[in-house]
Every structure is written in C-alpha cells, then in structure tokens.
C-alpha cells in the first residue's frame, strides 16, 4: 500500500494494512496542523529508539509483533515497564522518556500520532541511523504551517 502524505488535506487509507506492510524505520503518513500519523517497523531485537519529547504527547498502537515499552522520568529512571503486542496501545505523556525494544521473532510494526506534529511532511526513514542522522542534520523539522508549543 502507498501512503502520501498530503497533510493538511483531508485523508483516509487502512492503517493496519499500511501498518503491517510497511517495512520502514518510520514512514510519516500524515502532517495535520495538529498532529502527525507514522509508521514504523522495528526489527527483532531493536527499538525505537530512548527518547524524550518535551513538548509532544505520543499514541503508539501495535499491530503486528511483541515488544516491551519502558517509560520513565528521566532515560536512567525508567519505573514503566510493560509488555506489548497486537491490538496493545502505548501513551507516552510530553515530557517522559521512552522506548518501546522488538522481544519478539519479527518485526513489530506499529503506528504512532504524535500531537503536536513532529516530523517533516512526508519523511522516510529506511532506518533508525538514518532518522538520527537526519535529526541530528535539522532535516526533519514540522513544517512551518503546523502549531508548535
């Protein structure tokens, strides 16, 4: 299934199928004025990566694979700890340290809506090295036309 982003018009597609057939790091699917829709698929015994976002609230929503999400006050304070699979959903306050690591045999394939937007319109990441370095360079910045804190 192709995606194209063409936020901030209006848009529908089946996102468990997008979902499950996404073989990417992290794919944006949608840039509202608000919030933002990804895909991501994380090999078996990798992660999304620890992080925090000060500002942005985060749903996470598994759709295929295992996975155990961790969260915490500070990235060595991480209290939370759950496991994860098909059907689970993740809600990661602003502010929290977080990570969600692939326990299972393949990829898990989950989606996230982070609000406000995070992400350049349209982004691809093939791999989480790839969206480090990207972030790292200022190239995966919300569009202009989007609400920041």
């Known amino acids: 299934m192709q995606i194209i982003d063409n936020g901030p018009q209006p848009n529908s597609f089946d996102i468990e199928t997008a979902t499950c057939e996404n073989t990417t790091y992290r794919t944006v699917a949608w840039t509202g004025k608000y919030l933002q829709v990804t895909l991501m698929s994380i090999p078996v015994g990798s992660s999304i990566g620890l992080e925090v976002h000060e500002e942005t ?15 915490g006050a500070a990235e060595d304070d991480l209290t939370y700890s759950q496991d994860v699979e098909d ?6 306050p602003a502010g929290t340290w977080h990570d969600v690591v692939n326990t299972g045999d393949e990829p898990l394939r989950l989606y996230a809506i982070y609000a406000p937007t995070h992400h350049a319109q ?3 990441h093939l791999t989480f090295a790839e969206a480090e370095a990207d972030e790292e360079a200022g190239g995966d910045e919300p569009p202009a036309w989007t609400v920041q804190p």
């Open 57 to 71: 609230d985060q749903f996470l929503r598994v759709d295929a694979g295992r996975g155990r999400c961790v969260m």
């Open 87 to 92: 059907g689970w959903s993740i809600q990661v």
């Open 122 to 124: 349209g982004k691809v």
